[in-house]
């Protein structure tokens, strides 16, 4: 992946940024390639850097191995607590694919936004994007049920669905193995008429 590449896939979507910012940005990205299983960040670590998924997959899961998130293509990749709180990670954070991240130094990016006032909205759609994921994620758990989680995992990410192990999906949607087993043999089965 080349920086002109990198420009083509996220930054000409945003228009507000001009060439200016591009090429400060562009002096700043790292393009980093994980293989598929590599923790990329450990429970207890910290890390400065924050990103954007180009390709593949992260998952990040608690101490008890439930997974908690993931971060596919074109979401942000970076952990609140550790880059605003400044305190470790309680997640561990795993690739379930090869991914290739554009990964950012964040403090870099927040010395910059006085001097590039674009890269200070970008790093507001970048935490508004987070925490409207998170919203949505923990309204998902307190107003639907398991079956209705999933249900709109389908609807809205269905590959996700394919992209995941069994195990990981259940613990995400907060079912047990069997019951992911049932509904998906219910309905992502696509011989299965309903």
Known sequence: MDYDEFIKI?????????????QKLLGMVKIINYPANKIVLYKGEQTEYVGIIERGLIRAYDKNNKTVWFFHENSVYGSLEVLMQKRPSS????????????????????????????ISTLLLMFWKNTAREIYLNFSAFLHLTPEERYLHLLSHNSRLILRVKSKDLATYLGVHPVSLSRLKKRYFNPNNKK
């Open 91 to 118: 997640l561990t954070y795993e690739t379930l694919e090869e991914t290739t991240v554009f990964l950012f130094n964040y403090n870099d990016l927040e010395n910059v936004i006085n001097e590039y006032p674009h």
């Open 10 to 22: 996220y930054f000409e979507q945003n228009k507000y940024l001009d060439e200016n910012d591009k």
